[in-house]
């Protein structure tokens, strides 16, 4: 039992914008006050701290293969960026790839009680559950790529979607999958061809469908599954300028149906293909919030470090011709592509001004705060534990116009961003980094601070300097126990696995079956993850 009194609660679900409350936990739930015994209950006294729920980040690339291939692949990554181990903690290496327990405990440190895995193809998913489950203490899914699979593109161009809803609800099934996530839909397909899709109503080769169509069943196949979250959406022609229009298009193709669409500022450059980089934040900004249907993230850029690592196989590629980095290429088969290369962000690189730029627009754009969420796309913008710089630049305006004081010039000739005064609140931040997350996600016991919510809670010291104070949380709880006491690991425990098992129609299986003799080099009968890959698993239920 745990008693954290005389607080100022930031818990945007319940309408609290700093008031003084106390809060109350047992057998790691929050309850009412009546149901602790506070002579017992250990006391945390929480006068002047600002006092919010556990983090939950619905966007980063924490485990699977694709991830720990990006290790593999940057052994300088992890050279000067070591942790020892102590006495109940393990030691750890890396800085834009961290290895699984170093990434639980960066994570903690910060605040965060609960991260999503933002893309694994189904057939590594056992390699991803396997480092999930090596992750300690955080909450966690794993978002599983649809957008370029071959028997639901062979559905749609058959006009059966009954028989892709099933595939998909068999799908999340046997990947022990949380949310529909879709990656440059066609054009990874076409990728294996040396094409890509450039438009809405290109065609996949060898199929004779579309990304418009596979977007349009997806959502409609995510809605007639009552998924807890909306189908999680990478788009077309991602980091090529003009296309905010695209991504403009891509939203209104969806006709009111509900999506999220992550690091939208790789999708929010204006101008035309091949000429110069420059922010369209603005268009697409006004498509958001036109669209009340639509929830985004936006994967700011961090200057410095970063690994891009992607299953947008052609953008990897691209990203190779234009910075001559080593890059690493894969295939899937019948199911995704992807790559990794290394970046580096520099203020006085024009590209990376202007896409830092570009995010930093979003963020001040987007009127509504339930419906643009904090993001770097870790590893591919940038560390996840860089979010405290971003939440400094987002409270304090004058933090904004002293980086921007030092980019490109031409970065910041015809920029909106000087003439943006908007700072974010706490309880924006609050927003942002918690409780609009977890709404979107559909975790009813995450991002707030309510009767009946997690025990997931993070207590900061009121500081003036906002990226120290959300750095180095006083004290952060997990389930009900003190996980972090003034910055500093004091205790591990595990996490949870969440993930959904939606209904299908068990007639789809003769189906699958033929599907995988005719062409994957597994049984369809080897393929489901196991219960033993998932010890600390719970399903979320589907609406």
Same mark, same amino acid.
């Given at each position: ?13 319940n309408?609290?914008?700093?008031e ?11 309850v +009412? ?31 699977? #293969? ?10 300088e990554?992890?050279? &000067? ?9 393990? =030691?750890? =290496? ?24 933002? %893309? ?5 998913? *056992? ?6 489950e ?17 028997? @639901? ?19 999340? =099934? !046997?990947?022990?999958?949380?949310? @529909? ?9 076409n ?7 450039? *438009? ?20 409609? @196949? ?7 979250h909306?189908?999680?959406?990478? /788009? ?16 209104? !193709?969806?006709?009111?149906?509900? %999506? ?43 200057? /410095? ?35 990794? $290369? ?11 001004a ?51 004081? /030092? ?10 961003? +000087? ?20 709404r979107?996600l ?8 309510? $009767?009946?919510?997690? #025990? ?8 003036? &300097? ?9 004290? $952060? ?9 003034? /910055? ?34 597994? #049984?369809s ?19």
């Amino acid at each position: 039992m745990l008693g954290i009194l005389n607080g100022r609660v930031y818990d945007p679900l319940n309408g609290l914008n700093g008031e003084v409350r106390d809060i109350w936990v047992k057998d790691g739930r929050i309850v +009412p006050p009546e149901e602790v015994d506070r002579e017992r209950a250990e006391i945390l006294d929480a006068t002047g701290l600002v006092v919010m729920p556990g983090g939950v980040d619905i966007h980063s690339h924490i485990a699977g #293969a694709k991830v720990n291939a990006g290790r593999k692949f940057r052994p300088e990554d992890h050279r &000067d960026h070591t942790r020892t181990r102590t006495a109940f903690t393990r =030691s750890g =290496s890396g800085y834009t790839v961290p290895t699984t327990h170093l990434t639980g405990y960066l994570y903690v440190e910060m605040g965060y009680t609960t991260v999503m895995e933002a %893309a694994t193809a189904p057939l590594v998913a *056992r390699h991803t559950h396997e480092e999930l489950e090596d992750i300690p203490i955080l909450d966690k899914g794993a978002f599983i790529t649809m957008g370029n699979n071959h028997f @639901i593109m062979r559905c749609i161009r058959e006009g059966d979607r009954d028989k892709a809803r099933d595939y998909v609800a068999w799908l999340l =099934s !046997a990947a022990r999958g949380y949310a @529909i996530k879709i990656v440059n839909p066609g054009g990874v397909e076409n990728w294996k061809w040396g094409r890509n899709v450039s *438009r809405l109503d290109d065609e996949v080769i060898g199929f004779g469908v579309t990304p418009r169509q596979i977007l349009t069943t997806l959502a409609w @196949i995510n809605d007639e599954l009552g998924l807890p979250h909306v189908p999680h959406i990478h /788009g077309i022609n991602l980091g090529q300028p003009g296309n905010a229009r695209t991504m403009v298009e891509t939203i209104e !193709a969806l006709e009111g149906r509900r %999506a999220h669409f992550c690091h939208l500022q790789f999708f929010s450059y204006g101008g035309e293909p091949g000429k110069r980089l420059r922010s369209g934040a603005a268009e697409v900004a006004r498509a958001v919030n036109e669209h009340p249907n639509v929830t985004v993230d936006v994967g700011q850029i961090i200057f /410095g470090e970063a690994t891009t690592m992607t299953s947008d196989g052609p953008l990897q590629y691209r990203l190779h011709r234009l910075t001559g980095n080593k890059w690493l290429n894969d295939d899937v088969e019948g199911e995704t592509g992807g790559g990794v $290369v290394p970046m580096h962000y520099r203020r006085k690189n024009l590209i990376s001004a202007v896409q830092w730029i570009t995010g930093m627009e979003l963020f001040l754009l987007i009127a509504d705060p339930w419906r643009v969420f904090l993001t770097t796309d870790h590893p591919n913008a940038g560390p996840f534990f860089a979010y405290p710089q971003v939440i400094k630049l987002l409270i304090d305006r004058d933090a904004r116009a002293q980086v921007l004081e /030092g980019l490109h010039p031409k970065a910041r000739e015809g920029a909106l961003l +000087p003439e943006l005064d908007r700072e974010y609140s706490l309880y924006e931040i609050a927003i942002i980094t918690r409780a609009g997350t977890a709404r979107a996600l559909g975790l009813k016991n995450k991002g707030h601070l309510g $009767v009946g919510a997690d #025990a997931d809670v993070t207590i900061y010291a009121d500081l003036e &300097d906002k990226e120290a104070m959300f750095a180095h949380p006083r004290y $952060v709880i997990k389930g009900g126990e003190i996980i972090v006491h003034d /910055g500093r690991l004091v205790r591990e425990r595990p996490g949870r696995t969440l993930y959904v098992a939606p209904p299908y129609d068990p007639g789809i299986e003769a189906a699958i079956r033929d599907h995988f003799e005719r062409t994957y080099v597994i #049984a369809s009968d080897n393929y489901p993850v196991q219960d033993e890959y998932l010890p600390h698993g719970e399903v979320v239920p589907c609406a």
